[in-house]
Nanobody, 123 residues
Framework: QVQLVESGGGLVQAGGSLRLSCATSGRTFSGYAKGWFRQAPGKERDFVAA????????SYADSVKGRFTISRDNAKDTVHLQMNSLKPEDTAVYYC????????????????WGQGTQVTVSS
């Protein structure tokens, strides 16, 4: 069974930091673009960040630019999301995603999804 497994979520105060990780099982995604989405209660799932398979192309949602950093380690087949200066409005379930093309991630239509990890930012 192909899986993307997120970890690193939790509760943090506003202004704090968290680092999310996404590991894979069942197959390798080292040649795939990877990204992160988030979904707050009662809202749609929104794009957060994406990185191409080789790490050279990176894209961020305007709401997280300058605060979040996406990175990947192809040797370990993992992708990370470093989140700094967190705000209460960052509270959401964060989902890892993978696709052959980065455009399908930035377009909101990745091929694979993880199960999600909760991030809660208190004020």
């Amino acid at each position: 069974q192909v899986q993307l497994v997120e970890s690193g979520g939790g509760l943090v105060q506003a202004g704090g930091s968290l680092r999310l990780s996404c590991a894979t099982s069942g197959r390798t995604f080292s040649g795939y673009a990877k990204g992160w989405f988030r979904q707050a209660p009662g809202k749609e799932r929104d794009f957060v960040a994406a990185v191409s398979w080789d790490g050279y192309r990176i894209s961020y949602a305007d709401s997280v630019k300058g605060r979040f950093t996406i990175s990947r380690d192809n040797a370990k087949d993992t992708v990370h999301l470093q989140m700094n200066s967190l705000k209460p409005e960052d509270t959401a379930v964060y989902y890892c995603a993978a696709s052959i093309a980065i455009a399908t991630i930035t377009g909101g239509r990745p091929d694979y999804w993880g199960q999600g990890t909760q991030v809660t930012v208190s004020s």
